[in-house]
Protein backbone atom coordinates (compact mmCIF):
# COMPACT_ATOMS: atom_id res chain seq x y z
CA UNK A 1 0.00 0.00 0.00
CA UNK A 2 3.24 2.42 0.69
CA UNK A 3 4.28 2.07 -2.68
CA UNK A 4 0.99 2.58 -4.37
CA UNK A 5 0.98 5.33 -2.26
CA UNK A 6 4.41 6.73 -3.64
CA UNK A 7 3.60 6.08 -7.01
CA UNK A 8 0.26 8.22 -6.89
CA UNK A 9 2.26 10.80 -5.56
CA UNK A 10 5.23 11.05 -7.86
CA UNK A 11 2.74 10.71 -10.86
CA UNK A 12 1.05 13.98 -9.26
CA UNK A 13 4.17 15.75 -8.52
CA UNK A 14 5.32 14.87 -12.68
CA UNK A 15 2.06 15.77 -14.00
CA UNK A 16 2.23 19.04 -12.04
CA UNK A 17 5.28 20.06 -13.54
CA UNK A 18 5.03 18.44 -16.89
CA UNK A 19 6.25 19.95 -20.27
CA UNK A 20 3.39 22.06 -21.63
CA UNK A 21 2.29 20.82 -25.19
CA UNK A 22 3.59 24.04 -28.11
CA UNK A 23 0.49 25.39 -30.07
CA UNK A 24 1.15 26.68 -33.53
CA UNK A 25 0.42 30.33 -33.70
CA UNK A 26 -2.21 29.70 -35.94
CA UNK A 27 -4.21 27.62 -33.84
CA UNK A 28 -3.86 30.25 -30.82
CA UNK A 29 -4.71 33.18 -32.20
CA UNK A 30 -6.79 35.83 -30.41
CA UNK A 31 -9.82 36.04 -32.35
CA UNK A 32 -10.87 32.22 -32.36
CA UNK A 33 -14.20 32.59 -31.68
CA UNK A 34 -14.81 34.47 -34.83
CA UNK A 35 -11.79 32.94 -36.79
CA UNK A 36 -13.05 28.92 -36.55
CA UNK A 37 -16.49 29.89 -37.92
CA UNK A 38 -15.30 31.38 -41.06
CA UNK A 39 -12.40 29.26 -41.42
CA UNK A 40 -14.53 26.10 -41.18
CA UNK A 41 -15.64 25.98 -44.81
CA UNK A 42 -12.40 26.67 -45.97
CA UNK A 43 -10.97 23.57 -44.14
CA UNK A 44 -14.11 21.69 -46.11
CA UNK A 45 -13.10 22.87 -48.91
CA UNK A 46 -8.90 21.53 -48.68
CA UNK A 47 -10.31 18.44 -47.59
CA UNK A 48 -12.57 17.83 -50.97
CA UNK A 49 -10.02 19.39 -52.88
CA UNK A 50 -7.56 16.34 -51.55
CA UNK A 51 -5.88 18.98 -49.63
CA UNK A 52 -2.68 20.93 -50.82
CA UNK A 53 -0.44 19.09 -48.18
CA UNK A 54 1.37 21.81 -45.97
CA UNK A 55 -0.41 23.91 -43.91
CA UNK A 56 -3.75 22.71 -44.63
CA UNK A 57 -2.83 19.25 -44.07
CA UNK A 58 -1.26 20.23 -40.39
CA UNK A 59 -4.59 22.16 -39.67
CA UNK A 60 -6.99 19.38 -40.06
CA UNK A 61 -4.51 16.70 -38.64
CA UNK A 62 -3.22 18.66 -35.53
CA UNK A 63 -4.29 17.45 -32.11
CA UNK A 64 -2.62 19.02 -29.23
CA UNK A 65 0.03 16.98 -28.64
CA UNK A 66 1.75 17.60 -32.43
CA UNK A 67 3.98 20.46 -32.56
CA UNK A 68 5.91 22.04 -34.97
CA UNK A 69 5.69 21.67 -39.03
CA UNK A 70 5.02 25.34 -39.36
CA UNK A 71 6.87 26.02 -42.17
CA UNK A 72 8.54 23.63 -44.69
CA UNK A 73 11.38 21.81 -43.76
CA UNK A 74 10.54 22.18 -39.79
CA UNK A 75 10.25 19.23 -37.97
CA UNK A 76 7.17 17.59 -36.85
CA UNK A 77 6.86 16.34 -32.70
CA UNK A 78 4.39 13.81 -31.79
CA UNK A 79 4.54 14.53 -27.71
CA UNK A 80 3.64 11.20 -26.06
CA UNK A 81 1.78 10.72 -22.21
CA UNK A 82 4.79 10.49 -19.42
CA UNK A 83 5.54 6.64 -19.43
CA UNK A 84 5.64 5.38 -15.73
CA UNK A 85 8.25 1.86 -15.65
CA UNK A 86 8.38 -0.03 -11.98
CA UNK A 87 12.21 -1.58 -12.34
CA UNK A 88 11.78 -5.04 -11.33
CA UNK A 89 14.54 -7.06 -10.61
CA UNK A 90 15.01 -10.77 -9.20
CA UNK A 91 14.87 -8.81 -5.64
CA UNK A 92 11.64 -7.07 -6.46
CA UNK A 93 10.65 -3.88 -7.46
CA UNK A 94 13.65 -1.72 -6.89
CA UNK A 95 12.34 1.99 -8.66
CA UNK A 96 9.74 3.50 -10.32
CA UNK A 97 11.06 5.48 -13.66
CA UNK A 98 8.73 8.41 -15.58
CA UNK A 99 10.10 8.50 -19.14
CA UNK A 100 8.41 11.84 -21.07
CA UNK A 101 9.16 10.92 -24.70
CA UNK A 102 9.01 13.27 -27.54
CA UNK A 103 8.53 11.32 -30.83
CA UNK A 104 9.97 13.65 -33.92
CA UNK A 105 7.87 12.40 -37.36
CA UNK A 106 9.01 13.41 -40.88
CA UNK A 107 5.97 15.00 -41.38
CA UNK A 108 2.02 15.42 -40.38
CA UNK A 109 1.35 12.59 -41.83
CA UNK A 110 3.45 10.18 -39.94
CA UNK A 111 2.21 11.83 -37.09
CA UNK A 112 -1.51 11.03 -38.34
CA UNK A 113 0.03 7.25 -38.31
CA UNK A 114 1.35 7.41 -34.56
CA UNK A 115 -2.10 8.62 -33.35
CA UNK A 116 -3.92 6.29 -35.96
CA UNK A 117 -1.58 3.19 -33.87
CA UNK A 118 -1.16 5.15 -30.57
CA UNK A 119 -2.15 1.49 -28.44
CA UNK A 120 0.80 -0.24 -31.05
CA UNK A 121 3.15 2.77 -30.38
CA UNK A 122 2.92 2.71 -26.34
CA UNK A 123 2.71 -1.82 -26.64
CA UNK A 124 6.57 -1.52 -28.53
CA UNK A 125 7.80 0.97 -26.07
CA UNK A 126 6.48 -0.28 -22.89
CA UNK A 127 7.66 -3.98 -24.22
CA UNK A 128 11.16 -2.36 -25.10
CA UNK A 129 12.00 -0.54 -22.30
CA UNK A 130 10.41 -2.64 -18.81
CA UNK A 131 12.20 -5.62 -19.79
CA UNK A 132 15.60 -3.94 -20.30
CA UNK A 133 15.25 -1.78 -17.01
CA UNK A 134 14.68 -5.05 -15.24
CA UNK A 135 17.40 -6.67 -16.20
CA UNK A 136 20.06 -4.01 -16.18
CA UNK A 137 20.21 -3.32 -20.11
CA UNK A 138 19.03 -0.06 -20.33
CA UNK A 139 20.40 1.10 -16.85
CA UNK A 140 24.26 1.68 -15.64
CA UNK A 141 24.02 0.84 -12.11
CA UNK A 142 21.12 2.18 -10.47
CA UNK A 143 20.96 5.04 -13.29
CA UNK A 144 18.63 5.20 -16.40
CA UNK A 145 20.98 4.73 -19.39
CA UNK A 146 19.26 7.47 -21.82
CA UNK A 147 21.19 6.87 -24.87
CA UNK A 148 20.18 2.89 -24.69
CA UNK A 149 16.97 4.19 -24.09
CA UNK A 150 17.16 6.38 -26.91
CA UNK A 151 18.38 3.63 -29.06
CA UNK A 152 15.72 0.99 -28.13
CA UNK A 153 13.11 3.09 -28.25
CA UNK A 154 13.89 4.32 -31.89
CA UNK A 155 13.78 0.84 -32.76
CA UNK A 156 10.96 -0.48 -31.39
CA UNK A 157 9.35 2.52 -32.35
CA UNK A 158 10.88 1.51 -36.17
CA UNK A 159 8.82 -2.09 -36.35
CA UNK A 160 5.65 -0.36 -34.97
CA UNK A 161 4.96 2.17 -37.19
CA UNK A 162 7.39 2.35 -39.79
CA UNK A 163 11.37 3.60 -39.72
CA UNK A 164 10.50 5.76 -42.28
CA UNK A 165 8.16 7.77 -40.41
CA UNK A 166 10.87 8.56 -37.15
CA UNK A 167 13.55 11.51 -37.54
CA UNK A 168 14.32 10.76 -33.80
CA UNK A 169 13.27 10.21 -29.75
CA UNK A 170 13.52 12.51 -27.72
CA UNK A 171 14.30 12.17 -23.96
CA UNK A 172 12.42 15.10 -22.60
CA UNK A 173 12.23 13.93 -18.71
CA UNK A 174 13.79 10.85 -16.32
CA UNK A 175 12.68 10.88 -13.22
CA UNK A 176 13.36 7.53 -10.79
CA UNK A 177 12.20 7.15 -7.21
CA UNK A 178 13.41 4.56 -5.42
CA UNK A 179 10.96 1.76 -3.12
Do not use: C, W
Not at 3 to 10: D, E, G, N, P, Q
Not at 98 to 114: C, E, S, W
Not at 127 to 136: E, I, P, S, V
Amino acid sequence: MKKLAILVVMLAAFAATSIPHVVRAEEGAAPAKDADKKEEPKKDSKKEEGGEGGEGEGKKKAPADISGGRFAGDPVYVHLDPMILPVITDTGAEQIVVLQITIQVKDFDAADIIHTNMPKVKDSLMRALYGGLGNGDLRQGQLVDVTRVKSKAIKALGVAVGADNIRDVLIEAVAQRRL
